[in-house]
């Protein structure tokens, strides 16, 4: 007998739905800054039967934790062996050092061309650079053309708030994508006080973007000031921080038009290896016949496998990623350009085929980043314990943060029972903090816990700590 059929008690909270929980959760929760918050708790045993249930019918929030169903089902659907293909073609020939002809980029949909997985985020275009050289080619009399048919042309998904996407996790996905679809800006605040800060930014300083700075260096015992915008619909950002002097500050920043980002940056690449390029820069939208002989292939990238790329997108949280698998599941499950409403189609019918009633779930997107998304926390539960039971599970868990070790679990339960025992997710969102995943006990019995905290006006380190609390306590009662 679980050491919670000795402690749990029947607690009707005031103003709330009746809840089955133990004692010492609900004293948490209702003693905390956070007693005014929407909370849901659910633990379910290893037998799939829910132990402790709070609000457990009622729609929540999930924030990023929504990544865990997602990421579920494109691990299904794509295999975790999975890997893009992005392909420069010729269409033309080699006279003599000149090649005489387009050059043409297709996209598939690779998040993954940046430096999260190769040590320099331009590798490969020193490859193709290299390529060029090997062949004694010194000129490109021809355009450079990105083809990013492979997905829609819609760069958002609903329900995104504007101020979020001058910023890395609010960036668009385009089938033809480098580096995040960001430049890495650094602020050096070595000047005078009263001055502005130096600035640059990778790659190469690139006049792709155009920074207007008008940020201000403050006396160094001075508080950092951060604000930064890039004008919707332009590549012009407005550098506006207040920074104190002999601050050092990096900030990735989103750009528009990814695909022309992606040849601009080549043709500068291909330009500062001595490779003189006198065409335009095209961005095509046809669908092509790849396979004729009017396009020759020079070469063909291929990416890390997609476990690799799901570890990636769940230990760290990364909205890109998410956004861009979940167009790739849409392009290869229904043969057509991808989009976030036929990917999201895809991971609703794998929802219904482990179970949950998709009828209470409302996707958004992929990355939990709309406000919009609802879920039960009852069935966040229910799916990780039949993912268990499914095929890729091992790769499922290992995509999982681990308490106090890796990702953005990596910080939390430092000094805790539950480091090193719990794998899962995190969300976070305004007024949201959410986490949900699997918890090896004090008897080692393996549970399942999902803890949600919605409309909370407590600082989130606060209800951070109420989740360590509770966490704690189902770790000492299983």
Known sequence: MHLFLLSAVLVCLPGRAEAQLSEPIT??????????????VIVTDSSGVMVEQYNESKLIRPASVHKLMTSA????????DYRYLTTLYGRGDQQGNVWRGDLLIRGSGDPTINDDFYSDPLFLFEKWARLFESLGITRIDGNIVGNESF???????????????????????????????????EVLTDGEVGSAPEIRWFPFNTPFVSFVNEQVITPPEASYDESYRRVMGTNTI????????????????????????FIDTFRQYLEQRGIRVTGSLVVDRRSRSWGSGEYR?????????????????????????????L?????????TEGSTELGLEAVSRFLHSAGLDTSAVRMRDASGMSPANLVRASDLNHLLFELKSMDHFDRYRNSLAVAGNSGTLQYRFRNSPVRGNFQGKTGFLSGV??????????????????????????????????????LEVIYSLY
């Open 27 to 40: 004293s948490i929760i209702e003693e905390s800054a956070g007693a005014d918050a929407f909370w849901s």
């Open 73 to 80: 089902a494109i691990l299904h659907l794509l295999g975790p």
């Open 151 to 185: 997905f829609d042309d819609v760069p958002y998904p609903r329900g995104w708030e504007w101020d979020d996407l001058s910023y890395y996790y609010g960036v668009e996905t385009n089938a033809l994508s480098f580096n995040k679809n960001v430049v890495n800006l």
């Open 238 to 261: 407005i550098l506006r921080s207040s920074l104190p002097q002999g601050y050092y500050e990096t900030e990735p920043l989103s750009v528009t038009r990814p695909s022309l980002y």
């Open 297 to 325: 292939v020079l070469d063909v990238h291929e990416s890390v496998p997609l476990y690799e790329v799901l570890r990636e997108n769940n230990q760290n949280s990364n909205n890109f990623y998410s956004e861009m698998l």
């Open 327 to 335: 167009k790739t599941v849409a392009a290869e499950r229904y043969s």
């Open 433 to 470: 903090r959410t986490i949900s995943g699997y918890l090896k006990a004090r008897s080692d019995q393996e549970v399942i816990v999902t803890i949600v905290t919605n409309n909370h006006t407590a600082e989130t380190g606060v209800i951070d700590r109420l989740h360590q609390r509770i």
